[in-house]
Structures are given as structure tokens and as C-alpha cells.
Nanobody, 120 residues
């Protein structure tokens, strides 16, 4: 069974950077697309796609986040990373790692999420 475990969340100040990690197990990481989503902590808010990385190394980014995020993968560690730069208070959300499926809008697997809080 595919398992995704996020880490690296926390409290940062506006303008700072933060790197989230996603450890993947239970799947062939070499062929699995992995991505990141965010979700506001308000009723009815949907998870929003941030970025994805494919087995080939190709990446895709949401237009709203492009230029402020970097996604990378380490095949030796079965891990994917999301570097968030120039963070803003409105980036305060729960960030989720996702994998498989149609990674950019309907992943097959989800991690439990990690909280990122950006103070002004």
C-alpha cells in the first residue's frame, strides 16, 4: 500500500523559505508521479494543486505558485521535496503530498498533510 508522510512544516515569517519533504513507501518510486497540494482551513475549501514531478523528472506548476516554489525528487531516498520561497501570510495552509493517479488534478494517494503558518 502506498504511504506518503510529509514533514518540514512549521511557523515562519513572511519572506522566509521553507522546504517540505514527502517520504514515499509501498510503491515503485521510480515510476510514480508525486505532487503537492494545499488546502485552506476553512469549510468548503478544496485542495489546490501546487506542483508535480514525474518519473522522467519533468515538472509542472500551478500558475499561481510558479516562480516561488521548487519541486525536486531524490530517487535514492524515495522522497520528494517542495521548497517554498518568499512566503506570504496567505500561504498559511495545510500542505499535502499526493501521488499516482492523474497527479495534477486527481491523485490516487494522499499523505496526512503538514501545517505551514506564515506570520506577518
Amino acid at each position: 500500500q502506498v504511504r506518503l508522510v510529509e514533514s518540514g512544516g512549521g511557523l515562519v515569517q513572511a519572506g522566509e523559505s521553507l522546504t517540505l519533504s514527502c517520504a514515499v513507501s509501498g510503491a515503485n518510486f521510480m515510476v510514480l508521479p508525486v505532487g503537492w497540494y494545499r488546502q485552506a482551513q476553512a469549510p468548503g475549501k478544496q485542495r489546490a494543486f501546487i506542483a508535480s514531478v514525474h518519473a522522467t523528472g519533468n515538472t509542472n506548476f500551478a500558475e499561481s505558485m510558479q516562480g516561488r516554489v521548487i519541486i525536486s525528487k531524490d530517487d535514492a531516498k524515495n522522497s520528494v521535496y517542495l521548497q517554498l520561497n518568499n512566503l506570504r501570510p496567505e500561504d498559511t495552509d495545510i500542505y499535502y503530498c499526493a501521488a499516482g493517479g492523474i497527479i495534477d488534478y486527481k491523485p490516487a494517494y494522499w499523505g496526512g498533510g503538514v501545517r505551514v503558518t506564515v506570520s506577518s
